[in-house]
């Protein structure tokens, strides 16, 4: 089955702490995954994608097709990094399927 | 262009009466999609349309649920005798040809009573 998991619901950090927030995938097939993100009132936008190997707002994923997972990293959490995350996989042309979410909050 | 578009943005309907939610892509954008978002869960992949043929509908989708976009422009979702359990937001996004970047909307909330 064609499946994300993002395993934390919620995810406290501090200011200048290290970030990563899990998203492991199962498909059989070459994935496709992304990083999407909603801040507070606003709408969800795209954050990064494994294909352009870009840093994005110094957040950096890296695809593990040996674990199957492609965790969203960043090493000096910021105050307005606070949001929603996904993870989403596209297995095939059209269809994207998302995790459940992680919320992220980075305290003061 | 200020983006994808949605209306009405809040919806509140009584079980068992029809409703119908449209989505105002970026212009230029030939790819559609229909999402549906629950409490505490991710955008759930509902159908998608390239210009306007609908190439893929979710098989969650029950009979209930119907979606065009004539002339490859504007879209609309209905959803006929509503249930309770239809209640969510309703999300709509859109991309271009090349990079597949999909823009979404601000969503519709609908609630049924």
């Known amino acids: 089955a064609q499946r994300v998991t993002q395993p934390e619901k919620l995810l406290s950090v501090f200011k200048g702490a290290p970030v990563e927030l899990k998203c492991n995938y199962s498909?059989?097939?070459?994935?496709?995954l992304f990083w999407y993100v909603q801040y507070s009132r606003q709408r969800l936008q795209l954050l990064l994608r494994?294909?352009s190997r870009e840093s994005i707002k110094g957040f950096t994923a890296d695809l593990n097709k040996g674990e199957t997972s492609f965790h969203l990293k960043k090493p000096f959490a910021q105050e307005e990094d606070s949001a929603m995350y996904y993870c989403?996989?596209?297995?095939?042309?059209?269809?994207?399927?998302f995790g459940t979410g992680t919320r992220l909050k980075v305290l003061a | 262009d200020t983006g994808v578009s949605q209306n009405p943005r809040h919806k509140i309907t009584k079980r068992g009466q029809n409703v119908t939610f449209r989505c105002d892509p970026i212009?230029?954008?030939?790819?559609l999609y229909w999402y549906r978002q629950t409490l505490g869960q991710g955008p759930e992949f509902l159908t998608y349309?390239?210009?306007?043929?609908?190439?893929?509908k979710s098989r969650l989708l029950s009979d209930r649920f119907s979606a065009e976009r004539p002339k490859g422009s504007f879209s609309t979702l209905e959803i006929q005798r509503t249930e309770q359990g239809d209640s969510a937001m309703y999300l709509c996004?859109?991309?271009?040809?090349?990079?597949?970047?999909?823009?979404f909307g601000p969503g519709t909330r609908l609630t049924v009573t």
């Open positions: 996004a859109s991309s271009s040809r090349g990079p597949d970047e999909q823009y």
């Open positions: 498909y059989s097939g070459s994935p496709e």
């Open positions: 494994h294909i």
């Open positions: 989403a996989l596209r297995p095939g042309t059209y269809k994207y399927i």
């Open positions: 212009s230029e954008h030939n790819r």
């Open positions: 349309f390239q210009n306007e043929a609908q190439l893929e």
